[in-house]
């Protein structure tokens, strides 16, 4: 049975029966948990769990109000004696970091942003140095201003001499100066020195090529809200830029922006992008401007600057011809040329690969032909590629090869003898024939077997394999070829004088 709590005198015990039958002592030594329960009990304190790691400790029965007395006037004077300890938890202390000092992590604290008073810095460096770009960029690199924090800002100053408003291109508040790009005249000479300036200042700072970047999208995006002479000026400087090979800026930060419908639509990208390749085309070739097309992914979609109710290849060489630019129409006309070719090659391909009836691809042929204006040499020489992609070649058995290529002639004769129908036409079939045994080298051995399946099937003309042996102009494997074809020129001759 658990006893009362007792405490008479200097020496009082106070004891707590536990399950296990042990009291547990507490006295002048160190204060336990069931000291900490007598003493709450005493005090009609309910605790209503047990204290972690004590869970076989049982109430203790109430005392007398006697005993509440005598308990909490003794415990009341041990809390004096030793204040440091806690009589109502673990006397076990808390691990403390004594004589170790906690740092505080510093916080970069950052600065505001204030763009007005970085425009207002540079412009006052342009107005001290009278607008001389050559001192204005001196004194730029020898400057303390933040350009990495205000790069944009600092392009919005070059191009239109102070702080334009967030999303537009209206002035914002603030002094300006008057040496921008758009303040020049519409001419390569006086807009020059702004690209030349522009590219010392990005030998030093070359992370500001982003920051051009992003201006010049911007302002491209926005070509509508430019008069007519602004966006010749911004043309002359793009094209300079790229004429003096600016670093790192990219052709399609130029090209794509330019693609927004409603510029397109009226007409805006078609006038930039004429003063942009007539002023690029003054030091450079068209092989330079169609690399800058290539890497602007615009190569094959001159088109898209175009309004869409004039997007068409008549429309192209009539603007550009008027302009002057008449080498890049004959290279726009070549292109078109070029994927009309591709075009007809792969219906070909594919009809031939299904064997589809001769007659119908022969109707296919004749139709892509009269649709894409192509000339009878290109036809020929097509059709001959495409026999010859469609044969199921052998791995390194010759014969297999040779069957598989004579069998394809023999099949597909018909459809060659539809198009040549002249001896220009033949002889430019044996030509076609004579480059390719040439260049590939399974068919190298074939080529005296071919003229001659040809002109069996009725292909190609006597004459016209004779004027080949004979004057043949293309020199590629031609003194092998004619020695293979000796043989046959000579069994011709022969029926010829006997005829």
């Not at 926005?222 to 400087?237: D, V």
């Not at 052998?394 to 001896?423: D, E, H, I, M, Y």
């Not at 074939?446 to 190609?460: A, G, H, M, Q, T």
């Amino acid at each position: 049975m658990p006893r009362n709590v007792a405490g008479d005198g200097e020496g009082a015990t106070f004891a707590v029966r536990v399950d296990d039958g042990k009291d547990a002592e507490a006295g002048d030594g160190e204060a336990t948990r069931g000291k900490e329960y007598a003493i709450r009990n005493a005090l009609e304190l309910t605790i209503p769990t047990p204290i972690k790691g004590s869970t076989n400790i049982t109430r203790v029965p109430s005392c007398s109000r006697r005993e509440k007395g005598r308990i909490l006037s003794r415990f009341l004077v041990l809390s004096c004696l030793e204040p440091s300890r806690s009589w109502f938890m673990s006397s076990k202390e808390k691990p403390t970091l004594g004589g170790t000092r906690i740092k505080t992590r510093k916080r970069n604290i950052t600065a505001p942003l204030d763009p007005a008073a970085f425009a207002d810095a540079v412009v006052q460096i342009y107005l001290e140095n009278a607008g001389d770009l050559e001192l204005v960029a001196k004194n730029v690199e020898s400057s303390d201003l933040n350009f990495s924090r205000y790069g944009d800002t600092f392009f919005e100053v070059v191009f239109t001499g102070g702080r334009t408003q967030p999303g537009t291109i209206k002035p914002d508040e603030g002094e300006r100066h008057p040496c921008s790009v758009l303040d020049c005249h519409p001419k390569r000479e006086a807009i020059l020195p702004s690209v030349l300036y522009i590219q010392k200042i990005l030998r030093r700072r070359p992370f500001l090529i982003k920051n051009l970047e992003n201006v010049m999208r911007k302002f491209l995006q926005s070509l509508e809200l430019f008069e007519e002479n602004e966006r010749k000026k911004l043309a002359i400087f793009t094209a300079l830029t790229f004429s003096q090979k600016l670093s790192g800026l990219p052709p399609e930060t130029v090209f794509q922006p330019l693609l927004k419908d409603n510029l397109v639509a009226k007409g805006l990208v078609l006038s930039f992008i004429t003063d942009f390749f007539k002023e690029y085309l003054v030091d450079n070739s068209l092989d330079d401007l169609i690399s800058i097309l290539k890497r602007g992914k615009m190569e094959d979609n001159l088109l898209d600057f175009f309004p869409s109710a004039r997007r068409s290849a008549e429309c192209f060489s009539e603007h550009f011809t008027k302009e002057g630019l008449l080498a890049l129409v004959e290279y726009h006309e070549k292109k078109i040329f070029e994927v009309k070719l591709k075009e007809m090659k792969s219906a070909l391909t594919t009809q031939i690969a299904e064997e589809t009836d001769i007659s119908e691809v022969i109707e296919t042929a004749k139709q892509r032909v009269k649709d894409a204006n192509l000339p009878d040499v290109e036809v020929v020489r097509i059709l001959w590629d495409v026999l010859m992609d469609a044969v199921q070649w052998s791995g390194k058995n010759q014969q297999q090869n040779a069957n598989a290529a004579l069998r394809q002639v023999k099949t597909w004769a018909g459809l060659l003898n539809a198009f040549c129908t002249s001896g220009k036409l033949e002889l430019e079939l044996m030509y076609k024939v004579q480059i390719q045994c040439y260049e590939d080298a399974k068919l190298m051995k074939l080529f005296p077997e071919i003229i001659r399946s040809l002109y069996e099937l009725d292909v190609l003309a006597e004459d016209t394999i004779l004027l080949w042996f004979r004057k043949g102009a293309n020199p590629k494997g031609r003194q092998t070829f004619v020695k293979a074809l000796e043989p046959f020129v000579n069994w011709l001759e022969e029926a010829e004088e006997e005829e």
